[in-house]
């Protein structure tokens, strides 16, 4: 037996001695100097199914003050009554004026009057009475026309705003346009022979114009509703206004009495 295999005989004991049974490899490994690394599985992992896209969340646009307006011009439009017209006002939603009103101030007078006067908005008492000027103004104005022979049988009341705005504020711009189309709608139903702007807001609303009521007042204009009638139209200073300036009665007395005149026309006419 040579060297080398009495080695090799040698080292076989050793194994022996020590446990080791199997020998797994062809070739000897130096457990010394390094481990062997496992062998990496090379099975390529299946792709995982690409993953649904989570449905949108977004929330669709809203509407622009453009669509809003077309929207209550076309509710406005489909009323062919004033009674269609309360109707479609009462369930209109798109105002936020509504949402903080306790009632639709709609009109109050005689609709098939000759001569219908357009207020600015509702204050308190038109809010909880559901009436438009009801409180203080509203006396005034009753006492002005009872000073040219009418009362509320021989005329028609309303306002640019049904319902009031919070406090008494001022209104937006926004929600002026989405009333404004409602009683244009109004008036075109009416169709009024005469037609008189109680303040500023209401001269400028239904006279298109910027000019304040101090230069508007008691001149005679030309109203379009509709683009179907002509009316004439007299501003005037409404009667809040006249309770905390009495000194302004007296222009408003001329007022009335030019108001007087136009009427005692139509009925000659």
């Known amino acids: ?159 640019i705003l049904p319902w009031r705005p919070p406090g008494n504020r001022n209104p937006t711009a926004e929600e002026t346009a989405l009333c404004i189309p409602f009683l244009e709608r109004h008036l075109e139903l009416i169709g009024p022979k005469v037609v008189v702007a109680l303040g500023g807001v209401s001269a400028k609303q239904l006279l298109d114009t910027t000019e304040g009521i101090m230069r508007l007042r008691g001149k005679w204009r030309t109203m379009n509703i509709a683009n179907v009638m002509d009316v004439p139209l007299l501003p005037m200073f409404h009667p809040a206004y006249l309770l905390r300036q009495p000194a302004q009665k007296r222009l408003a007395w001329q007022d009335l009495l030019s108001l007087k005149d136009k009427l005692d026309l139509i009925d000659e006419g």
Request: hydrophobic residues 40%; charged residues 25%; aromatic residues 4%.
């Open 1 to 159: 037996m040579t060297q080398e295999q009495k080695a090799a005989v040698s080292l076989l004991r050793w194994y022996v001695e020590h446990g080791v049974t199997d020998s797994i490899g062809d070739m000897p490994v130096d457990r010394r100097k390094a481990e062997v690394p496992h062998q990496q599985d090379q099975t390529p992992a299946r792709a995982a199914p690409a993953a649904s896209p989570p449905p949108s969340t977004k929330p669709a646009p809203a509407a622009s003050a453009d669509d809003l307006v077309s929207n209550a011009r076309r509710v406005a439009g489909a009323a062919s009554t004033l009674d269609e017209l309360r109707q479609a006002l009462e369930t209109f939603d798109e105002c936020p004026l509504k949402k903080t009103a306790k009632n639709l101030v709609f009109a109050d007078g005689n609709p098939e009057a000759d001569i219908v006067f357009v207020g600015e908005a509702p204050g308190r008492d038109e809010d909880i009475q559901g009436l438009p000027f009801v409180g203080r103004s509203g006396q005034l104005l009753d006492r002005m026309l009872a000073a040219i022979g009418l009362d509320r049988t021989r005329a028609y009341i309303t306002n």
